[in-house]
């Protein structure tokens, strides 16, 4: 049975003045052959508050008015494609050209009105929305559909996010013949 110990202030602890370990025992702050490991210190850069503009009482002063966040972050699934009902389809057409179903375009009006009915129950009048869509051709087509029941003075805007796609394995293999 292997044997934990947790140093919270490692340099008042000396190797002389600790438990005997076991084999199998690991201690924290020491390296495999039982020597104190040295301590690194790195120091933050002079300019680390640049890419934390929000968080420099110089650059954020009360004058200044930070984007909206969001109220709620909303995840949709693109609805029912040709590869959903045949798999073979697949073998014929690239992941990224499958087409919705007519199915799956009903399937995405309907999520566009349960999404604007959740929204509007929360009763706020000034709300929006904005969409992040991945290239596929098909969630492309869910969100034209999901975006029907809204009306143009609802929509923020909508912008093609290409690492918002499902994993991409054809890169990852090689066939030689």
Not at 33 to 39: C, K, L, V
Not at 59 to 66: A, D, M, P, R
Not at 70 to 99: C, F, M, Q, W
Request: aromatic letters at 10%.
């Amino acid at each position: 049975m292997a044997t934990f110990y947790l140093a919270f202030n490692p340099s008042s602890l000396s190797v002389s003045n600790q438990k005997r370990l076991s084999r199998n025992s690991i201690q924290c702050c020491q390296d495999t052959s039982g020597q104190p490991r040295p301590r690194v210190t790195r120091e933050p850069p002079d300019d680390w508050l640049a890419s934390f503009p929000e968080k420099n009482p110089i650059i954020s002063s009360s004058t200044t008015v930070l984007p909206p966040r969001p109220r709620r972050i909303i995840l949709v699934r693109h609805g029912e494609s040709e590869g959903n009902v045949d798999e073979t389809v697949y073998t014929r057409v690239a992941d990224p050209k499958i087409k919705l179903t007519e199915k799956g375009m009903a399937q995405s009006e309907e999520c566009g009105k349960n999404i604007r009915e959740m929204i509007e129950s929360d009763y706020v009048d000034d709300w929006k929305v904005y969409f992040y869509v991945s290239p596929y051709r098909r969630t492309l087509e869910t969100l034209r559909c999901l975006a029907r029941p809204f009306t143009r003075q609802r929509i923020a805007g909508w912008r093609e996010e290409p690492r918002l796609r499902e994993q991409d394995f054809e890169s990852k293999y090689c066939f030689i013949s």
